[in-house]
């Protein structure tokens, strides 16, 4: 069975572009959540989403970031304009009703 | 400050010996999960633990929650180089929802044939 899906896997970019990341959850699966990983943070909440619609962004940085999800098979995270500090690991995952946690492999963000 | 401080933030042992690996926070959590990332990975669930004082046992691996559910311990017994990994913790707290899990800094565990 497939997993969760990220993409891209890697992204390098300079200050100042957008940035768009893509996530596709398990099928049959209606809770998706967007984190980001770093050395000094570690692993934080950015946003929620239940049966598609947002329900807690109060992770999310600042207005630079936003996230969609316009169906129940795809979410994005858009980042405009990047920043240098927003280097980091971002993970997608998705479960069941909020149930047990479903991690994606990550999308690793380089802002130069 | 972490809400869930983990120690130690790096263990690197020989193989067969025996580690604990500790998560603490001042606040009670409603359930605990403990998780383990490799690199390149995104980080898999190993357990949760909802009860104080729930020990569960997986193979070599045992995991307790304290009795406030405020702390919780993993113990790797003869540990084997396949367990090199990152072990997170990340716990529910109580009033705020399963959904919103508070994760610790992790512990970057490499075992040494």
């Known amino acids: 069975d497939a997993g969760v899906i990220q993409s891209p896997r890697h992204e390098v970019t300079e200050m100042g572009q957008e940035v768009t990341l893509r996530c596709k959850p398990i099928s049959g699966h209606n809770s998706l959540f967007w984190y980001r990983q770093t050395m000094m943070r570690g692993l934080e909440l950015l946003i929620y989403?239940?049966?598609?619609?947002?329900?807690?962004d109060s992770g999310m940085p600042e207005d630079r970031f936003s996230a969609k999800m316009p169906n129940a098979s795809f979410s994005t995270l858009k980042i405009q304009p990047s920043e240098p500090r927003d280097s980091a690991v971002y993970f997608c995952?998705?479960?069941?009703?909020?149930?047990?946690?479903?991690f994606g492999e990550g999308s690793r963000l380089t802002v130069l | 400050t972490q809400l869930l401080e983990q120690s130690p933030q790096f263990l690197s042992i020989q193989e067969g010996e025996n580690l604990t690996v500790y998560c603490n926070s001042s606040?009670?959590?409603?359930?605990l999960q403990w998780y383990r990332q490799e690199p390149g990975e995104g980080p898999v669930l190993l357990v949760t633990v909802v009860t104080g004082g729930e020990v569960k046992k997986l193979k070599r691996l045992t995991f307790q929650f304290g009795d406030a559910r405020k702390d919780s311990s993993l113990h790797i017994t003869a540990a084997q180089p396949g367990d090199t990994g990152l072990y997170l913790c990340?716990?529910?707290?109580?009033?705020?929802?399963?959904?919103?899990?508070?994760f610790g800094q992790g512990t970057r565990l490499t075992i040494n044939p």
């Open positions: 990340a716990g529910a707290r109580v009033g705020v929802g399963a959904q919103k899990l508070v």
């Open positions: 995952a998705s479960s069941i009703n909020r149930g047990k946690l479903f």
């Open positions: 606040s009670v959590f409603s359930s």
């Open positions: 989403f239940n049966n598609n619609v947002p329900i807690d």
